[in-house]
């Protein structure tokens, strides 16, 4: 198989459908067709409304053009000549486009009969564009201006091979299967509404026990490494935020301020500042290091309408996030404490998968960045030297640091074979010098290092991630209901409410549906909210104290109240990732 750059067959597959459209549709003008991931997508100008009828046409037309391997000839033409040759066929769009460039030589392409502005590169012919398939149909206006022409824009998606294509749509299915949106409704775990505003979530009392189960998890795991737990507001007077640099170099992300008593107060976007507050409450000593604080801190954020979705990304959030100020000689062992941590975090919510990247700085331009070349140096090695001796594989990225440090980003990757940013550990010069930071050495003071850490990035963020990942079926520890106990008529209501009195009692959490719909109709409710175990109490199991187990696959068990209990309470405990029952 040729090994042909991807994003070339991608920007090649734009042309290809612009060609098409054009055999198709004639009277349509063109926009622009860049490859993106996964795929590409051209703008068009037409006044036929495009169908999902068409797509499959296009589609067609498409693997006519590819399997007739049409050559891409690159042209090189004047100015002048380009904006005549595209005026004259009334591409209004393209000859826009050319009156904004410089004078001097233009290149074009040309595939089939459709001839295109383009600087390229693209493939040799249409035949090596062979796996693609276009998705669906979105309203673009002209340059992204709300004031311009509204354009039609069809993507498509495109890949090396049929396998990767298929591969591809199959984890798109999954993904729409396993949306936390749409999971979040039927399991009654969140609500965002109009009213409260977008990107703010309501927690409902489910929704609010996954949190807490969660909460409550990562605070006993911080407290167990050494951390200190510490609570700030969720406001400061807006110095603050001058001071740490975040009102300058954050801005476009921080909500207005609030004016109070004459003062201008603003929301939290970030935690840090206060952190580094509680720090310099009192003297510090070499002794008192190294010094981690964490909080599951809430903070805000201005996110564009257009990017926020679901608890992935939105406007106000709480992140599991810590701080570590410590000396030079404190620093590795502190970052390699993080990376086992954050494992430890995989390994126990089922995450097998993941991969590393190291960020750093552009040595070529030290002017972007705070510190001296010796701190980004000796941090960058700190680093590179935890994720060698551990034997992490990595990847670097020079230039994809902060301003104020190198950082390690872990994305894990979930059970369909996404990647997801998780944690984070990131080194800070800026905000110790901002602030003033030191401690007291054993001759004379010197300032801490400081280092930024999240592990599950925000409470919300992760809670929706896990709920994609598991689809929703939840492990038992994690699952906000455990058990949902079905009456088949009013006469096993007393024993049914004596089994949940002693599910209760062994701190497993249940409810009972005593409701006079049939059976049927209650086992289907509890197949939708996804409930590990759905118990049946009918004359039988009320008369020998047992109970009949609607599993998941949809098989039905029967045991004791009794063994129920104990297995269940086993399952619990031990964070198990799968059912006991089978």
């Known amino acids: 198989m040729e090994n042909i750059d991807l994003n070339k067959k991608r920007h090649s597959a734009s042309h290809i459908l612009a060609a098409a459209v054009q055999e198709l549709f004639p009277d349509t003008k063109f926009g622009i067709g860049p490859a993106i991931e996964n795929g590409f997508y051209y703008d068009l100008y037409t006044t036929h409304k495009f169908t999902p009828e068409d797509l499959k046409t296009l589609e067609d037309k498409m ?47 040309t595939v089939g009969n459709f001839t295109d502005l383009c600087r390229g590169p693209h493939v040799e012919h ?8 276009l998705t ?30 298929k591969n591809y749509i199959h984890q798109q299915e999954e993904a729409a299967k396993r949306d936390h949106r749409k999971l979040g409704v039927e399991q009654k775990l969140f609500t965002i509404t109009e009213d409260v505003g977008p990107g703010l979530v309501l927690w409902q009392p489910r929704g609010g026990m996954l949190r807490k189960i969660l909460e409550d998890w990562i605070r006993n795991e911080n407290l167990a490494r050494g951390y200190d737990m510490v609570y700030t507001p969720h406001i400061a007077h807006l110095h603050l935020w001058e001071k740490s640099g975040h009102a ?79 000396t030079h000689d404190q620093i590795e062992k502190e970052i390699e404490d993080c990376f086992a941590f954050a494992l430890h975090i995989f390994k126990t919510f089922g ?17 972007h960045y705070t510190g001296s070349a010796d701190d980004w140096h000796r941090a960058q090695e700190a680093l590179e030297s935890v994720l060698k001796k551990n034997n992490i594989p990595f990847t670097s990225h020079a230039g994809e640091a902060a301003f104020y440090g190198p950082k390690i980003d872990i994305k894990l990757i979930d059970a369909i074979g996404r990647p997801w940013q998780l944690s984070t550990i990131q080194f800070d010069f800026n905000l110790p010098e901002r602030f003033d930071l030191t401690y007291v050495a054993k001759e004379g003071r010197e300032r801490p290092l400081m280092v930024h850490r999240a592990m599950l990035g925000s409470i919300e963020r992760f809670l929706g991630i896990l709920i994609e990942h598991y689809g929703g079926l939840f492990p038992l520890w994690l699952a906000p209901l455990q058990a949902k106990i079905l009456t088949l008529t009013d006469a096993q209501l007393e024993a049914a409410q004596n089994l949940l009195a ?28 996804k409930v590990p175990y759905t118990l049946i109490i009918g004359a039988k199991e009320a008369e020998t104290n047992t109970v009949t187990i609607r599993l998941r696959s949809g098989k039905n068990i029967t045991v004791s109240q009794d063994e129920l209990i104990k297995t269940m309470s086993e399952e619990a405990n031990t964070r198990s990732l799968e059912n006991l029952f089978k």
């Open 63 to 109: 693997k006519e053009i590819c399997k007739a391997k049409h050559p891409f000839v690159c042209k090189s033409i004047s100015k002048q000549d380009a904006l005549k040759y595209f005026k004259d066929r009334g591409e209004v769009f393209k000859t826009e486009l050319i009156e904004e460039l410089e004078d001097g030589q233009i290149t074009t392409y």
């Open 136 to 165: 669906h149909i979105a309203g673009a206006y002209w340059r992204g201006d709300e004031k311009r022409p509204q354009m039609q824009r069809i993507y498509g998606l495109c890949f090396n091979d049929k396998e990767e294509l």
């Open 351 to 367: 995450f097998e998968k993941y991969k590393v990247e190291l960020s750093t700085w552009d040595e070529a331009h030290p002017e």
């Open 126 to 133: 249409s035949g090596q564009v062979n796996s693609f398939k």
């Open 502 to 529: 002693k599910m209760k009692q062994a701190g497993l959490r249940a409810e009972l549906d005593a409701s006079p719909e049939k059976l049927g109709a209650k086992i289907r409710t509890a197949h939708i909210e």
């Open 248 to 326: 300058n170099f954050y801005s476009e992300n921080m909500f207005k301020p609030i004016e109070v008593d004459g003062q201008k107060y603003q929301l939290k976007p970030m935690n840090c500042p206060f952190h580094i507050a509680i720090y310099n409450a009192q003297l510090r000593s070499y002794r008192d290091l190294p010094l981690r604080l964490s909080e599951l801190g809430t903070v805000y954020r201005y996110e564009r309408s257009g990017v926020m979705h679901g608890l992935l990304r939105v406007r106000g959030f709480t992140q599991d996030d810590a701080h570590i100020f410590c």
